[in-house]
């Protein structure tokens, strides 16, 4: 089979991080054809959506440990030169047996018009891995406002006396940029801080809504982060806050941890997974604090490597089993 893959520049991407990598590296192991191409490489020809793409090779990374170090200290080590990369050709994507929307937020116009190009792959002839319109339809922050009982209290508005009274009934929120990845811009706030109206307006620029959630003290423990495939639970990383940062991502330095999948993390998951089945997500990590689900990431969702190296297990496999079997229906 062929399989797509549309990313940021390889050669900027993490191997032993980033999940795009696994799930090509677990596509060529299964052997299949892996093939990358990039959001601007992307038209629409005759009514198909083509794009300018080149095959990888890739070198597997390999896992680095000792007896003594543990899991939890034991790291994935690429080649210099991991991957090899063919000619670019024109191909039609509908030639692919499926297509990886794997680039990464925030969301912009060129963004969004890629997924526009990607309606006119047939969905009958070729998975589109997370459905366009789909990922149009669930901004990472928003999306998760339709699954009463399982997010924490939050409001969305630009309104500074709307945040603040939500502040002060809550004692202390963080405050998000609904458009933005990996904590970019994320700030706690009290309503006793004398930069309170600076801070919203910074985030918000005046006109643009923000997220508004009450913190929870929990977030200190981890900021949990779960793979779903076609809405079930396969894995989960925990993600610790470190130093005196209050976020747990990883790009900001957050310490990746073996975590269980709780019974309360279950029942998130299945409140969730209908919506993510209705509207084509079928490859979505979810982030859970405390027992409360604070947002759906769709767009290139990562954690594979880091579950992968914990847990001893090889998510990137189970993936693309799944999506073979899709594909052949």
């Known amino acids: 089979m062929k399989f797509a893959f ?3 520049p390889i050669a900027k991407l993490d191997p032993g991080h980033d999940t795009s990598v696994a799930l090509m590296e677990a596509a060529q192991a ?10 601007h490489g992307l038209s629409v020809v005759r009514g198909n959506a083509w794009a300018i793409a ?43 047996d499926a297509v990886f929307m794997r680039t990464d937020p925030p969301v912009t116009i060129p963004y969004l018009y890629a997924t526009y190009i990607l309606d006119y792959v047939d969905p009958a002839k070729t998975l589109v891995v ?40 809550q004692g202390m929120a963080v405050i998000k940029p609904l458009g933005g990845k990996a904590g970019e811009g994320i700030l706690l706030i009290e309503a006793s801080d004398r930069n309170f109206n600076s801070l919203i307006e ?6 643009t809504p923000i997220m508004v959630q009450a913190y929870l003290p929990a977030a200190k423990d981890g900021d949990k982060r779960i793979i779903l495939l076609d809405g079930e639970p396969i894995g989960a990383v925990n993600r610790i806050p470190t130093g005196k940062e209050f976020r747990g991502n990883m790009a900001v330095g957050g310490r990746a941890a073996q975590v269980e999948i709780t019974e ?7 409140q969730v997974a209908p919506a993510l089945r209705r509207d084509g997500l079928f490859f979505v990590g979810i982030d859970v604090i405390g027992g409360y689900l604070t947002e759906v990431n769709v767009t290139s969702p990562t954690g594979i490597r880091e579950i992968d190296r914990l847990d001893g297990v090889k998510l990137g496999d189970r993936v693309m089993e799944w999506v073979v079997k899709r594909s052949q229906k």
Request: aromatic fraction near 6%; charge should be negative.
């Open 30 to 39: 299964l052997g299949h054809e892996v093939w990358i191409t990039e959001a």
């Open 54 to 96: 080149q095959p990888v090779l890739l070198k597997p990374v390999q896992l680095e440990s000792s007896l003594e170090s543990g899991a939890e200290n034991s790291k994935w080590v690429a080649k210099l030169d991991w991957f090899t990369l063919g000619d670019r050709v024109s191909v039609a994507l509908e030639e692919m």
């Open 264 to 270: 309360r993390d279950r029942q998130i998951c299945d």
């Open 6 to 8: 549309i990313i940021d």
């Open 130 to 169: 997370n459905s366009p319109s789909g990922i149009r339809a669930a901004n990472e922050k928003m999306y998760a406002l339709q699954f009463a009982g399982a997010i924490p209290e939050t409001i969305v508005s630009q309104d500074k006396q709307i945040i603040r009274e939500f502040v002060e009934r």
């Open 202 to 207: 910074i985030s918000t620029l005046g006109k």
